[in-house]
């Protein structure tokens, strides 16, 4: 099988972990989200829990300086630390299914990688968000909101493109219109289609 | 009134840009240089002169400027070319020299040479970062020292974290103690026509003392974590010898010589009246001439950022300058010392430490050369003194935080790259009380001496 990298970028609540999930079992390639920069310690035999903090933070221009292209960010620091991980699976060949990491930026110089971006509609994605952190509506907004505006500054804080612009990602799908199901069945299609 | 206010505003709002690096510094200072020159010396002050004196481009084509410029005792304004020119030159060597392998090899060398034990090689480390530190620019000898650290760690099986913090606080403190070793020293000493052995003799002896101080603090401060490190005697001969680190055997020699030269002619240029321009342009000119087909290579490995960084700050700062800002600011300083010099003279180390712990110390030094100028002059307290506090307080300061200093920068992405994260809290427990000792130590020594 030719290498496959599947990014996944997502809004809070609109099922893009599950969409990605899927996409790692149908293929059967491994899924890297929160477990990436746990991989990333083990590799470089440090530990977990002092990296942790700073996975998908964004970096605080305040308190961090850039001198010749180095950082005293953490935030900065932990993500290119995950960026040069995925960039060193990719060009060892590996296939896998990755979850947000500005992995749509980081490689997108891969012929492998198909990026996707998955949005939803705001009451659905609040529906979803109920249903599985057991909220109600208002409180749901506030988690979607909070999550939402996280991703978006971690992502433009390292990444010269707009978080969620579809000119950034190959495809960009609103998992509201047909379900988690039925959209992976439209993205399997498509990724087919472009590996023909 | 007007060009006071545009060049206050045109000021604030480049040092507000460059902490925020929205864009790249050097963008920032030259943009920041053009409105200085359009809007406060045009617009305001509608004065050719001013602009003229500013862009200082006359100084070069002048026998002082490569010659007897040490002899010069008035305070030059606008764009500083001695140090640009100074700065440049000594990129190109230093690129030259790492291009070699002489970095890595003299690292590699001294771990050898105290048999590859932990505590020596972190003792040693402190000692070469300071030297190094003293002829050339901290980033280098962070960014070579901080990698061999990185790889001993991983092989003598200890945390490198302390050990690179050391390093970098020594490579700020070796910066102190000469006038090439940090920019806000050389835009010291070429502004005031000071040599390298006023630097020695003065800031050089303070930051001697200091350093004893240093290497005792960081040794009871990191000896535990320091003593955790157990390798095993055969995992020794996987580690690369220092030769190996020598790309060009000629080259290295000719590096070193090179080296020498420039260390002699820096050490001498009081004596034999070469400017820092001339030096910087002559070492620069025979790296390139040695370097053979790498010449090219060299030349485009130079900063030229840092430069064009420092040309556009000149010009912002220069707007301060002849609107009178400055003095305005000296005289402040003066009226809440009451004229007293020991307040005066701690006002200038303090302040300067704590904003060089949060902001770039060099435009702050640019900033405070025509301020202690003044102030020398309507004071009537000694300059050069004001000068060694300025020095002191702004090479000094950038080690507390980690954004003081370039090198403190280098040094924490060093770390992180084997997956060592310094963060803010655990940076300044260690580094901000060695700020405090030496600062304390400088102080103290500034007073009993001077005063």
């Given at each position: 099988m030719s290498q496959l990298i599947i990014s996944v970028g997502r809004e809070f609540g609109s099922g893009g972990h599950e969409i990605a999930d899927k996409l790692a079992k149908h293929y059967e390639l491994p899924l890297y989200d929160h477990n990436l920069l746990r991989e990333v310690a083990a590799s470089m035999n440090v530990n977990h829990d002092e990296l942790q903090p700073y996975d998908e933070a964004k970096k605080n221009r305040f308190f961090s300086r850039t001198v010749r292209g180095m950082s005293s960010s953490a935030a900065h620091n932990v993500a290119q630390l995950q960026f040069d991980y995925l960039k060193k699976k990719a060009s060892n060949g590996e296939s896998f299914v990755v979850v947000g990491r500005c992995s749509e930026t980081v490689l997108k110089?891969?012929?492998a990688l198909v990026s996707l971006f998955i949005l939803g509609d705001k009451d659905a994605k609040a529906e979803r968000v109920m249903k599985l952190y057991n909220k109600d509506k208002k409180d749901a907004l506030e988690l979607m909101e909070e999550h939402d505006k996280y991703r978006k500054e971690y992502h433009n804080s390292h990444c010269p493109g707009k978080w969620?612009?579809?000119?950034?990602?190959e495809l960009s799908i609103?998992?509201?219109?047909?379900?988690v199901d039925e959209t992976v069945k439209i993205i399997t299609a498509y990724i087919d289609a472009r590996r023909k | 009134m007007l060009p006071q206010i545009l060049a206050v505003v045109i000021f604030v709002a480049m040092f507000i840009l460059i902490v925020t690096e929205i864009v790249e510094r050097h963008i920032i200072t030259l943009g920041c240089a053009v409105l200085t020159l359009l809007l406060v010396f045009g617009l305001g002050m509608q004065s050719m002169d001013a602009i003229v004196q500013t862009l200082n481009v006359h100084s070069i084509f002048t026998l002082d400027f490569w010659y007897?410029?040490?002899?010069?005792s008035e305070a030059s304004s606008g764009i500083n070319w001695e140090t640009i020119i100074f700065i440049a030159g000594m990129m190109i060597m230093v690129e030259g020299m790492a291009h070699v392998g002489f970095f890595r090899w003299l690292c590699m060398r001294i771990a050898k040479m105290v048999k590859y034990k932990v505590i020596p090689i972190f003792m040693t480390f402190m000692i070469l970062s300071f030297i190094l530190a003293m002829f050339i620019d901290s980033i280098t000898v962070i960014l070579f020292l901080a990698a061999v650290t990185v790889e001993l760690s991983q092989l003598l099986k200890f945390n490198p974290v302390s050990m690179i913090l050391a390093e970098v606080f020594c490579a700020n403190l070796g910066g102190s103690a000469?006038?090439?070793?940090?920019p806000p020293n050389i835009i010291i000493g070429t502004s005031f026509g000071y040599s390298f052995a006023d630097f020695v003799l003065n800031t050089g002896v303070i930051a001697l003392v200091a350093l004893i101080f240093v290497l005792i603090y960081f040794y009871v401060a990191c000896r535990k974590e320091l003593t955790a490190g157990n390798a095993k005697?055969?995992?020794?001969?996987s580690l690369p010898s220092p030769e190996s680190a020598i790309t060009n055997k000629g080259g290295f020699i000719v590096s070193c010589i090179i080296f020498l030269a420039a260390v002699v002619l820096l050490i001498t240029h009081a004596q034999t009246g070469l400017s820092v321009a001339f030096i910087g342009t002559f070492i620069s000119i025979i790296t390139l001439i040695t370097s053979g087909k790498a010449a090219l290579s060299l030349l485009k490995k130079v900063d030229y950022k840092t430069l064009l960084f420092f040309v556009g700050l000149f010009v912002v700062v220069g707007g301060l300058e002849e609107t009178g800002i400055l003095e305005i600011l000296a005289d402040f300083i003066g009226d809440i010392s009451g004229g007293n010099a020991k307040i005066m003279i701690a006002i200038i180390i303090w302040v300067s430490a704590i904003a060089s712990a949060f902001i770039d110390n060099i435009p702050f030094a640019a900033t405070m050369i025509p301020v202690i100028s003044n102030l020398a002059a309507t004071q009537g307290v000694n300059l050069e003194v004001l000068s060694w506090a300025l020095a002191a307080g702004t090479d000094i300061g950038g080690s507390a935080t980690p954004i003081g200093a370039s090198a403190n920068v280098v040094g924490i992405a060093t770390a992180a790259k084997s997956g060592h994260i310094i963060r803010w809290g655990k940076y300044c427990k260690l580094m901000a009380p060695a700020t405090i000792i030496v600062l304390i130590i400088s102080t103290v020594m500034i007073f009993a001496r001077y005063l």
């Open positions: 110089d891969s012929p969620g612009d579809s000119r950034n990602y609103n998992s509201s219109k047909l379900g | 007897a410029a040490g002899e010069t000469t006038m090439c070793g940090d005697l055969e995992e020794l001969s």
